[in-house]
């Protein structure tokens, strides 16, 4: 089955860390770039962070630059999200996507439209308490 797969959400302090996964199966994620997104209760989906196949080149919305890192581990085709200094306005369900057309590169990752990626995962929730 072709999917991808968010883990690695839960309940932190403000401050604190969370280190998100996205695993892929059914197909190589390493060939392709992936971006990450969030969506809090009555917001639109925005974009996290991105990061490129072509030379895993990476990106970042300003809410998060500074704060959060994103990786990949071709041996186990997954893609991550360190988070840290988690703040009140971080919660929200993170998402992973790509598409095998579109995403190479992360050029325009954060302007397309939900439809436009041929992928996303289930969301994992990010929950930080004060």
């Known amino acids: 089955q072709v999917q991808l797969v968010e883990s690695g959400g839960g309940l932190v302090h403000s401050g604190g860390s969370l280190k998100l996964s996205c695993a892929a199966s059914?197909?190589?994620?390493?060939?392709?770039?992936v971006g990450w997104f969030r969506q809090a209760p009555g917001k639109e989906r925005e974009g996290v962070s991105c990061?490129?196949?072509?030379?895993?080149?990476?990106y970042y919305d300003d809410s998060v630059r500074g704060r959060g890192t994103v990786s990949r581990d071709k041996a186990t085709n997954t893609v991550y999200l360190q988070m840290n200094n988690l703040k009140p306005e971080d919660p929200a369900v993170y998402y992973c996507?790509?598409?095998?057309?579109?995403?190479?590169?992360?050029?325009?990752?954060?302007?397309?439209?939900?439809?436009?990626?041929?992928?996303w995962g289930q969301g994992t929730q990010v929950t930080v308490s004060s």
């Open positions: 059914g197909f190589t994620l390493n060939y392709f770039a």
């Open positions: 996507a790509t598409d095998r057309i579109l995403m190479l590169t992360c050029a325009g990752w954060n302007s397309r439209g939900v439809s436009e990626y041929e992928f």
């Open positions: 990061i490129s196949a072509t030379d895993e080149s990476t």
